[in-house]
Structure formats: C-alpha cells, structure tokens
C-alpha cells in the first residue's frame, strides 16, 4: 500500500494511524456526560465538518478569577485524530487551573512547529505530534484544544 | 464516444506520480485539470499580448481588449446566450456571479413582505447570498424540499412559490449529488408570473450542452476554472431587461462612463458591472477551453458523463457497507458520487485514497444544511470528466476495499 513520495519526504500512513491514537479514538476518554456544567462550548471544523461538545464545571475554591475543573466532558464526533485527541486532551482537564491548561495549550500548538515543544508536559497527549507530518490533518488534532481555548476567553469576557 | 485515456494525454498534469503511483483524478467538481492548450495559450498571451484592456491605443492594448471581447461573444455563443436578450459579464466566478445579483438586483427592490425561494440542493455560494439579502430586506426565504432520492419534489417546489415570490434561484446540477435540475421547465413556469430566475451552472456548464436563451432565465452563472479553464474567471449572463435596471456591483475604473469630483455617470452593461482591470489573461486562455470542449462536442461530453456515472454507481454499488446518496440510476445525473463507507470518517478515507494517488473531496461540500438534511457531517464525493476512464473508478473502487480492511484491522 505504501510507495515511496520524493525523497526525503516518505511517509506512511501507520505514523498517523499510530496503536495509540489508533486505541483513543476507538475508546475516548472524557466523553461521559457530567451533569451541570459551568462552561459549555461547541467546537466545530467547518473544512471538514467534525464537531465537538466540550462542558466544563468549576470547583469552588475560592480562587475565583483562576478556578480548578472539576468535571469535564469532551464529546466529539468526528475522524480518528480528532476523536484520539479529545481523549488525549481530557485528563489535561480534570483538576488542573484554567491557567495550568492554558499553557499546555499553547505548548500543544508548539508541537506542531517546527520550534518544538515542551512535551513532557503534555503527557501522552505528545504522541500527536507524529500528525505535524501530514498538514491537511493538524486541524483535526488541534479542535478539541480550541475548543478549550475559545470556552476560556468566552468565559474570561462574561465573568470580567 | 470520448476516450478518456486518449484525452489524458492532452493533460500534462497526469505525467505526474503521486508517491509514486499515476494521479487518479476524481474531484473535477471542485476544479478541472487543464489541457496543454489552455496552459500555452494563458503562456503566450502573457508573452506576446499581455497590456491592460480597453485603456491603451497602443497595439498590445487593443489585441487583449480585442481577446476579452472575442472570448465574451465566444462564451455566449458556447452557453447559448443570445446577446439580442443577454448580456455577458465577466467576474470572478459563480459565487461573485451570485453576490452581484443578489446586491444589484436584489438588496434593491426586495423589503419585507417579499419571498426568495431556493432548494435544499444549494451549495453556500446559492445559499448564504440569499440569506443575507432576506436578513436585510425582510424578505422570507423558502426552501423547495428534494426527496430520497436527492432529487427536487416539483410539487413542493412550486407550493413555495406564491404571489409574494419576486425571486428563484436553483442550482442546475447538484455538486454534492449530481442530480441535473430541469431548469427550463421550472424557468418557463415562474416566467409565466414575471419572478426572476437565477441559476447556478456551475456543474451544468462544464459537462453538458446548455442552452441559457431556451431555459429563459433571468441570470445564469458559471465558473471557467471547472471546464478547462483558468481560475478567477466566471461568467454571469444577465438578460438584457434586469441588468439595465440594476445598480453597480462595485465601483472604480472600467465601469464609468464619465466622472466629475461630485458626480459620476456609470457605464452602461456589461461594464457597469465589471469594475477594475479584469482577469483578461485568464480570460482569453478561457476562450481556447471553450474550443477544446467545442471540438470534443458537448453532447459527447455529457454521453461520457453519463457512462461514467452510470459505470461509478454500478461498481460502487458492489461494495458492501457502501452508502450512496443521491439519485440511485443514471438518469438526469452527471458523474458525481457521494457516498459513506461503513464508519469510516470521511477524513480518515480521503486520506487513505491519498496514498492510493486518488484524489476525492472529502467533507462538506460548502453545502452543510444539505448535509444535514441527509443525516450525515461528511462525505466522500468522487466525480469524474473526460479525462477520466472506467480503469479510474476500478481504482477507485480497489482502493475502497482496501481501506475497509485497513480500517477494519486498525480502527475496528
């Protein structure tokens, strides 16, 4: 199935269809619904239509203007990178500061430049930096982080 | 009867290897590959001709403003536009083609009260323009319903017409389900009750013989870059009697007729809707597209287009867990084919049929409401012209196999 491109630039399709991604986006993490939610935002990709629910409920801690997730929910319908990287994407979530996931945010785009990134932050999550070799698919990768970003300026503008 | 093999060789873009397999090419709909012809002729003009049009008295400046003018009575001689009813107007395709009408004409006298109708089968560019003018006028717009099968509900269609329609704007052949329209039949009935009638030929132009001044409509708009011509090029056929009452699209140069600091007095149509220096090297390679497409015949074009889409149904057909949508038989129907395969995402296929050299949309198809309406997000969508042969789909359909297997041993 595999033939060789130009020089230098051979891929294969099983580096994105890697066993990891491959097992996430056959049994999600995250997508299980958590009841009342404090933040809810629609994530969709209008090139090639995958769609996302994320729901997000705030703890009470007294840290008002940099609350912790309590519970969060990620529900995508869409291909296998998108699917894998909404669960990759979830334990990120769950009792981490808005501010925390923010910077894995900005250290998620990085994985997909050619700067690099901190990927030990990222945890598992960094196997999707294999998805850099194939552009048309890096919006597929980055939608559930997006999504996360839009919910938290979305929620930053209503409560400030 | 066309040879799509024999044809390819008139297309220098097939010499190419895609990892190292030969390019099967089945997204004509979203654009067409160009024959050697038209790649030299937009080379040629830009080494002999090339000078802005209708400006200059030197030599160059008349040959191309001799070559936009050549190519403009060419285009509607091609299409059936008779210029004693229509004007021709050169934009930058079927979407600027449908904005202007829908700003010049529509924007202008609709207010609320007023009702567009439409279809289901829309892409965005027939669909948003309208929505838009029925947000800022206050006018209503309607939706003609298609059936199962993906084609229009006649009935349905004309229910929606009533003494409130001022405007009907539907595509001739669908570029999601390949359903061909029948434009004249519908146009000759909303003529009887004076509405003004858009179509989006997009599809149609490039594959079958179309007759603007027999359908009778109002406007009719199509793309060069889907027929063997270069990009940025469209064509917008306006009948004589809307065009002289609407306003400018854009304002600038090319479109005056004289300018004061205070006033200025427009153009009459065609210029009056052709501000700025247009595409004219696009536009000239377009008229030797026109040729080559003359040459091969339209009524051949469309044969072909129909044994291709018949061959596409009849093979995709065997595959199981393969869904098709759209009109199941060949009849009426150009050769594009939307269609599911088991849960595979249509992201994951496309991308699959890649690395198989198989070039397919995938996606939406700047149609999401339709999408919707047929209960999906996404497709696959394989269309074929003349350059492609029964060995393409046999690929195509090869591949298909393929990728249930891989997908099934990697996703489950």
């Given at each position: 199935m595999h033939r060789e491109g130009q020089p230098g630039t051979e891929v294969h399709l099983s580096q994105l269809y890697r066993d990891a991604i491959v097992h996430h986006a056959r049994n999600p993490a995250g997508s299980m619904p958590i009841g009342a939610a404090d933040i809810q935002q629609d994530g969709y990709n209008p090139k090639c239509g995958d769609e996302l629910l994320l729901r997000l409920r705030l703890g009470a801690d007294g840290k008002e203007d940099d609350p912790v997730i309590e519970a969060a929910q990620v529900e995508v319908h869409g291909c296998t990178i998108c699917r894998a990287s909404g669960s990759l994407l979830w334990p990120h979530l769950k009792g981490s500061r808005i501010s925390e996931i923010q910077a894995k945010i900005a250290n998620f785009h990085e994985l997909f430049k050619a700067t690099g990134s901190d990927t030990e932050a990222l945890g598992e999550a960094a196997i999707l930096q294999s998805v850099a070799a194939f552009p048309a698919r890096i919006d597929c990768a980055l939608l559930p982080w997006s999504t996360v970003e839009a919910a938290f300026r979305a929620w930053s503008k209503a409560t400030s | 009867m066309l040879d799509g093999r024999k044809i390819r060789e008139d297309f220098p873009i097939f010499q190419r290897k895609i990892r190292g397999r030969d390019l099967v090419f089945l997204d004509t709909a979203a654009s067409s590959q160009k024959p050697n012809c038209v790649i030299d002729a937009l080379s040629q003009f830009y080494r002999e001709s090339n000078a802005n049009v209708h400006r200059g008295l030197y030599v160059l400046s008349m040959e191309s403003t001799h070559k936009l003018e050549q190519t403009r009575t060419h285009v509607a001689d091609f299409a059936g536009a008779n210029p004693d009813e229509y004007y021709t107007v050169f934009v930058r395709g079927t979407t600027e083609a449908i904005n202007l009408v829908a700003s010049s004409h529509a924007l202008q006298n609709l207010g609320a009260g007023d009702e567009i109708v439409i279809t289901e089968l829309e892409h965005h560019a027939n669909l948003v323009p309208w929505q838009m003018v029925a947000k800022q006028t206050g006018a209503t717009l309607r939706y003609a319903r298609i059936d199962d099968d993906g084609r229009l509900d006649l009935d349905h269609f004309f229910d929606q017409v009533n003494d409130k329609t001022r405007l009907v704007s539907f595509v001739h052949a669908s570029n999601v389900l390949g359903t061909i329209n029948p434009a004249k039949e519908i146009v000759s009935r909303l003529n009887e009750r004076g509405i003004v009638t858009m179509i989006d030929g997009a599809q149609a132009v490039p594959t079958m013989p179309v007759d603007v001044s027999d359908i009778g409509c109002s406007a009719y708009a199509f793309s060069a870059h889907k027929m063997l011509g270069p990009t940025g090029v469209g064509v917008l056929f306006l009948k004589k009697e809307l065009a002289d009452t609407m306003v400018p699209y854009q304002f600038g140069g090319g479109m005056i007729f004289k300018v004061k600091y205070d006033t200025t007095r427009f153009a009459e149509p065609p210029e009056r809707f052709e501000?700025?220096?247009?595409?004219f090297a696009e536009i000239a390679a377009f008229s030797t597209a026109l040729s080559y497409l003359e040459e091969l015949g339209m009524d051949n074009v469309l044969q072909h287009e129909q044994k291709m889409a018949s061959y596409m149904l009849e093979t995709l057909r065997q595959i199981d867990g393969l869904k098709i949508y759209g009109p199941p038989d060949d009849q009426d129907r150009l050769a594009i084919v939307s269609f599911e395969l088991d849960n595979i995402h249509a992201h994951d296929l496309g991308m699959f049929l890649d690395f198989q050299g198989i070039c397919v949309r995938v996606g939406h198809h700047c149609a999401q409401p339709l999408m919707e309406k047929l209960g999906t997000t996404s497709t696959t969508r394989a269309s074929a012209y003349i350059y492609n042969c029964e060995e393409d789909i046999d690929l195509l359909a090869s591949a298909l196999k393929d990728a249930q297997s891989y997908f099934l041993r990697t996703l489950g």
């Open positions: - | 501000a700025g220096t247009p595409a």
